[in-house]
């Protein structure tokens, strides 16, 4: 029996909750530039499932890498880490 690799995990903002089931995640990071050696913020959007549409913009939540579930989403989010007030 093989072992699963362990998942993506990324934590990112909820920036849109237009659609049905699926949330725009925004996940932020910094890279230390290759010339410069200052840190660049890296912004990357992702579309997350979200089964119970429970998330708002705002939030911070918990994204884990899955299967295709559409042409764009390949995302699902895991947990809300922090509730938008």
Request: proline share 1%.
């Given at each position: 029996?093989?072992?699963?690799?362990?998942?993506?995990?990324?934590?990112?903002?909820?920036v849109s909750n237009k659609?049905?089931?699926?949330?725009?995640?925004?996940v932020e990071r910094l890279?230390?530039?290759?010339?410069?050696?200052?840190?660049?913020?890296?912004?990357?959007?992702f579309a997350a499932h979200?089964?119970?549409?429970?998330?708002?913009?705002?939030?911070?939540?918990?994204?884990?890498?899955?299967?295709?579930?559409?042409?764009?989403?390949?995302?699902?989010?895991?947990?809300?880490?922090?509730?938008?007030?």
């Open positions: 029996m093989k072992k699963r690799a362990m998942r993506r995990q990324l934590i990112g903002t909820i659609m049905d089931k699926t949330v725009i995640v925004l890279v230390k530039h290759r010339f410069y050696h200052k840190y660049v913020k890296k912004r990357a959007k979200d089964e119970n549409n429970s998330c708002q913009i705002g939030d911070r939540v918990m994204i884990t890498e899955s299967r295709p579930l559409s042409k764009t989403k390949k995302w699902r989010v895991s947990e809300i880490v922090v509730k938008a007030v």
